[in-house]
């Protein structure tokens, strides 16, 4: 077992104006030094990014699909598809990878292999802290041989031909994982096609309620996102409604009235629908003409810090998977004021979360050519989003 110690030391840039002080770059540097996290300077931005998951590490073909959280005790796990053959989805032969930070991300242990099955694969990870308990949630997609989302089978809640929704725990902070539990029959209709959970970050809300979002294909064939819920810390499961027709991966957060505002997949901009119920139900699906979207998984999160309380969404922001963007809303989701590229380039999956410190974490898929040659952890303040508006 990996100890916190044993850290593989990447290449971390950060950028801190000229007008810094002296006194304070010898104070970053030695905290850097001892592996110590740095807590975000206030009007100083700060923008970091070092490179996780490459293809070829490790004898992987490709590594996908990113899913990032920060623990009760400050640890960063970031997980990702190990794609071994290729970069194709499930039924490929798929497992589990994870690396970890004790240091808000400028060291991480060796990536190592947290779930790989005999037959078939697993992937689509998404990961959930319960507040009250500390446990971390590693909830994934498990196809039996040849079922992937296109050749899964109607008719059975769970079975050799049924694309499966498992989760697996850690009460460790990651270090070691539960067996595999099919949550499956608990939250599938017999009748559906196929089912798999999104990728990414989920939460829990504020009366404790765990929400995965899920993606369905019914018995006509149609793809709708809903969510999966539990409202007793993960022991049992049920299905909540449809959201909209040809909605698909997607993501939530919790409003300041308690509203949960769904903002999914769907063509050239991104959807949003909200729920009076806690995620169960929800009312008309409209379209956010702001979030220009290649049809891809994105990452949404609320932030506080002090005063500032806004929403946070990441993308790619274009019609094209590239554009990696942060943008900011003060009003709920209903606008978005700031925002700011972080990567230019090919990128495609995302997902962000707030950090204990105050800075913001983004995990998400790069490349020079394309956007699935490297997963790549970002780490900013609030001040590195708004410098781009001075």
Not at 45 to 71: C, H, K, M, S
Not at 310 to 339: M, Q
Not at 384 to 390: D, E, P
Request: glycine share 10%.
């Amino acid at each position: 077992m990996l100890k916190p110690k044993e850290v593989i030391h990447d290449e971390w840039r950060e950028s801190y104006p000229m007008k810094t002080s002296f006194k304070l770059h010898i104070f970053v540097i030695a905290l850097a030094m001892l592996s110590l996290p740095v807590a975000a300077q206030p009007g100083v931005a700060e923008f970091a990014q070092i490179d996780l998951f490459r293809q070829g590490d490790g004898g992987i073909n490709t590594y996908r699909i990113p899913a990032l959280v920060e623990t009760e005790k400050g640890t960063l796990l970031a997980v990702a598809d190990a794609r071994y053959d290729s970069s194709r989805d499930l039924p490929g032969h798929i497992a589990l990878a994870m690396r970890r930070s004790f240091n808000g991300g400028r060291d991480w242990e060796p990536m190592r292999i947290i779930l790989a099955v005999k037959s078939g694969g697993v992937g689509d990870a998404s990961l959930l802290v319960d507040r009250s308990t500390g446990r971390i949630w590693c909830f994934h997609t498990y196809g039996p041989p040849g079922i992937g989302f296109q050749t899964a089978k109607s008719g059975a809640k769970t079975g050799p031909a049924t694309l499966q929704f498992h989760a697996m725990y850690s009460d460790d902070d990651g270090s070691t994982w539960s067996e595999p539990i099919d949550l499956t029959p608990q939250v599938k209709d017999p009748s559906w096609q196929a089912m798999f959970s999104t990728s990414g970050t989920d939460i829990q809300t504020r009366s404790g309620r765990f929400l995965v979002p899920l993606v369905v294909r019914d018995d006509k064939g149609v793809i709708r996102s809903r969510n999966a819920y539990s409202d007793d810390h993960g022991k049992t499961w049920k299905s909540g409604e449809a959201i909209g027709d040809g909605t698909d991966e997607s993501h939530n957060v919790e409003l300041k009235d308690g509203i949960i505002l769904q903002n999914m997949r769907n063509g050239k901009t991104r959807a949003v629908a909200q729920s009076n119920d806690g995620g169960v139900s929800f009312g008309p699906v409209g379209h956010d003409a702001a979030l220009i979207d290649p049809s891809c998984n994105a990452g949404i999160a609320r932030y506080r810090n002090g005063k500032t309380d806004v929403l946070l969404f990441t993308n790619a922001a274009s019609t094209r998977r590239e554009n990696l963007t942060i943008k900011v809303s003060y009003d709920e989701g209903l606008t978005w004021s700031l925002d700011r590229t972080i990567n230019p380039g090919p990128s495609s999956y995302s997902t962000v979360i707030a950090l204990h410190d105050g800075s913001i974490g983004v995990l998400y898929e790069r490349g020079d050519t394309y956007a699935a040659e490297r997963i790549t952890f970002a780490r900013f303040n609030f001040d590195w989003i708004a410098q781009s508006h001075k």
